[in-house]
C-alpha cells in the first residue's frame, strides 16, 4: 500500500505565508508526477501545481508567481511553499501522486492524501 500525508496548513493572515509538506510512504518503486490540488468550499477540486520526475513545472494561473513546488526525490516529498496568500486561497489542498509500485511498466496508480486545511483570513 502507498500513502501519502500532507502537513503544514493552518490559519494565516493575508500576505502572510505557509509551506505544506507530503510525504509518500510504501510499496514505491518510482515516483513520476506529483502536485497539488485544492477544493474550496461549495467548489470543485482543482490543479494547484504539479512538478514531474524531471522537466518543467506548472501552475495553475492563479498561484503563478506566488506559490512554489518542490520535490526531494529521496525523501519521497513534494513540498508547496504559499507566499502573499489570499482569502481565495482557503480550501482543503490535497497532495497526489503518480507511482509505480514494482519494476512492471503497468503497476501505475494515482494516489491521493487526505488534505490539509488552509485557511487565510483578511
Do not use: H
Request: hydrophobic share 35%; glycine share 12%.
Amino acid at each position: 500500500q502507498v500513502q501519502l500525508v500532507e502537513s503544514g496548513g493552518g490559519l494565516v493572515q493575508t500576505g502572510g505565508s505557509l509551506r505544506l509538506s507530503c510525504a509518500a510512504s510504501g510499496r514505491i518503486f518510482r515516483i513520476n508526477a506529483m502536485g497539488w490540488y485544492r477544493q474550496a468550499p461549495g467548489k470543485q477540486r482543482e490543479l494547484v501545481a504539479t512538478i514531474p520526475t524531471g522537466g518543467s513545472t506548472n501552475y495553475a494561473d492563479s498561484v503563478k508567481g506566488r506559490f512554489t513546488i518542490s520535490r526531494d526525490n529521496g525523501k519521497n516529498t513534494v513540498y508547496l511553499q504559499m507566499n502573499n496568500l489570499k482569502p481565495e486561497d482557503t480550501a482543503i489542498y490535497y497532495c497526489n501522486a503518480v507511482i509505480r509500485t514494482t519494476i512492471l511498466r503497468n503497476d501505475v496508480m494515482e494516489y491521493w492524501g487526505k488534505g490539509t486545511l488552509v485557511t487565510v483570513s483578511s
